[in-house]
Each structure stands twice: as C-alpha cells, then as structure tokens.
C-alpha cells in the first residue's frame, strides 16, 4: 500500500514532534520532512514533493497562510491542512480561500488532524468541529470568480504578485528574503514593493500591519507570539 507522505511545519518543536509520532503511528502514512517555519518548509516540499502539508498558521519568516498559495503553486498535486490555534472563523474562510483543505484546532483531539489529511487526500473539506460548519458553506458559495464578497478596496488593485509580496513583508521578511522565498531577484522585490508603496500610499511596515487590519487581511492576534 502507498503510504500518505506528510510534511510538518511548526516553529515548536515540541508540536512537530508530537505531530510527527502521532503520523508515523498511522499504518498509512509517513512524515518525510519538517521544519520549523514556512520557508524551510515550503524549500522541501518542493523537492520532496509530499502528498500533505500541515502547518501551523503562526510561523516566522512566512506564515502558513502565505504558504498555501506558494505550496500550491510549486507543489500542484500537494494538499495543505492548516494547524492552528485561532477559532476564528475569518482565519478558516481565508485558509480555504487560498486552497487549503483542512483548518484543524490544536486543541482538538488528535484523530481530527488524521481525519483532515485522509479528507485532503480524498479532495475532501475539513473542519475541526469547534468551528462552524458555515465557514465551508460560505466558501463554497463564493461567486465564479472565486473572490471573496468584501468591498473593493486598494489592495484589490495590487497584482497577485504585489499581494504575495505585501503578505511577506506583514510576515517580517526583507526583500532579500522576500525575493529568496518568491525565487525573484532582490531587484524585481524591490520593484514589486515600490509598486506597492504607490497604490497603497504606504511606506512603512506598522503602517502596512494597521492597513491590513483594517481591511481583514489580518490580525493583530497573529503577531502576539
């Protein structure tokens, strides 16, 4: 039988670990690889090529929900179930906004995260059940375009690109990193920044965390660790 080959990304090691025994005890599947944020992660999956990421949604250097596009971009047969301790439905809705398949709670019981993989496998949504079932409906019932129904705002104006790019700045990176991470030149992040500092009239990082507050692509509870 083919084993469910499963990346971990978790910036606590005692989570990693936990994870990892508790995968490897599955008569189906198998952790080949770890790390403890998203860019070490997001560099092994993409030679390793996994059936499943887990990942935590709080990690430094690139947070698990920039790393669902990325994942998905470079590692197209990969499922990604997002770990993590926020029960907010707004963090579940953007998780499977960006193509995640599973959202599950750290502090639920351990078959949930087993359950979740076996159902992104299967292409399958899932949920830890302390979350309302109503986050998936909502998903499923955005419009053809696949865009969320908020209002049109200046970050709607931003190339996909300039988003990925803003997200990673959120997240803490330079534009070195940036640029390592997107695998661009520093001089083509630089760019993208530049770009984005004009249509968003911006030019610092606080300003950017406060802007992407407003607008509800992000959360300050995100960046208490």
Known sequence: MKKITVA???????????????????PDMEVIAEAP?????LKKAKSLQPTVVVA???????SGLELIKLVKDSCPNTQVV???????????????????????????PGTELIEAIHCAVKGQFYLSHEINSKVIHSYLSEDETGVRRRSLSKYDLLSEREQQVFRLVLDGNSTRQVGEILC??????????????????????????KYAIKIGIADPEIWSD
């Open 37 to 41: 944020d998203g860019h070490e992660l």
């Open 8 to 26: 971990i990304a978790d910036d606590h090691a005692i989570v990693r670990t936990g994870v990892l025994q508790m995968i490897n005890e599955q």
């Open 184 to 209: 661009i030149s520093p001089k083509t992040a630089e760019k993208h920044r530049s770009n984005i500092i004009k249509k968003l009239g911006i030019n610092d990082a606080m300003s950017m965390l």
């Open 56 to 62: 935590d949604i709080s990690m430094p250097r690139l």
């Open 82 to 108: 997002i770990l993590s301790m926020f029960k907010k439905e707004a963090y579940a809705h953007q998780a499977l906004s960006l193509g995640a398949m599973g959202y599950v709670l750290k502090t639920a």
